[in-house]
């Protein structure tokens, strides 16, 4: 099974990316000098505007999660793991994590990255006001899963 979906979120003078275990996007429209995980602002979606095949694929233990990040030719790209407790309730905000807790605002447990491993070229471009960010997130089960050791 295979599900993707992409949507817009922008950049902020003020994105660090410093946080070692979570990156977010979020709704919010405005970004606080405290924020070191958040990435993006003014997100189309959050965890809870999913869309419905994402959302049944991302709760089995056994998906793996790829968000693809890009602005201005560069990507990023994160690999992490869904899971059955995922509650994906969350309006404001989707939060990527390396560890496996679980709030209303995880996407993914398990990441590979986190915002303080984003290359910093990508990151100096996110930290202009008003870049644009696509976000794809594609979701698989296991069968994909030795992507994971890459």
């Known amino acids: 099974m295979y599900a993707k979906t992409s949507f817009i979120a922008w950049g902020h003078e003020l994105i660090k990316a410093s946080h070692k275990k979570t990156f977010e996007i979020t709704k919010d429209e405005y970004l606080t000098e405290r924020g070191d ?3 993006a602002i003014k997100s189309e979606k959050a965890c809870s505007d999913l869309d419905a095949e994402v959302v049944k694929i991302i709760k ?6 790829k968000i693809t990040l890009e602005c201005q030719g560069i990507h990023e790209e994160v690999l992490a793991h869904g899971s059955s407790k995922l509650l994906l309730s969350n309006n404001r905000s989707i939060v990527v994590r390396k560890s496996d807790y679980i709030d209303d605002r995880t996407l993914a447990i398990k990441a590979n990255k986190a915002a303080a491993d984003f290359d910093r070229s990508f990151i100096r471009i996110i930290s202009k006001r008003d870049s644009k960010i696509m976000v794809t997130i594609e979701v698989f089960l296991q069968k994909f899963k030795p992507l994971l050791s890459k």
Do not use: G, R, T, Y
């Open 37 to 39: 995980c958040i990435i």
């Open 60 to 65: 089995n233990d056994e998906s793996l999660v």
